[in-house]
């Protein structure tokens, strides 16, 4: 039996938005969607700043200068919404 490895990459490909969710497409052809809700900033934030967007961290990280906000691949894929999410 010949069975090959599957190889996951985590490096960011593309970023994009609906009215109540981020998704980001992997290099690895998987898709991660997430509230909005749980990034308080990109929420509040206009269409315009969301789209403003840019690679960071190696591939592994999303920055946007105009709002200070930064994602990692990481920790959506652990499904860990920003801690100002959490304040009353």
């Given at each position: 039996m010949n069975t090959s490895a599957i190889q996951t990459d985590e490096r960011v490909k593309n970023v994009y938005?609906?009215?109540?969710?981020?998704?980001?497409?992997?290099?690895?052809?998987?898709?991660?969607t997430v509230p909005l809700a749980w990034y308080p900033?990109?929420?509040n934030a206009t269409p315009e700043h969301r789209q403003h967007w840019q690679i960071c961290g190696g591939g592994y990280g999303i920055h946007w200068e105009g709002i200070d906000e930064d994602l990692s691949t990481e920790g959506m894929l652990r499904g860990s919404p920003s801690p100002e999410s959490r304040r009353p």
């Open positions: 938005f609906t009215d109540d969710a981020i998704s980001v497409d992997l290099m690895d052809g998987r898709t991660i900033r990109l929420l």
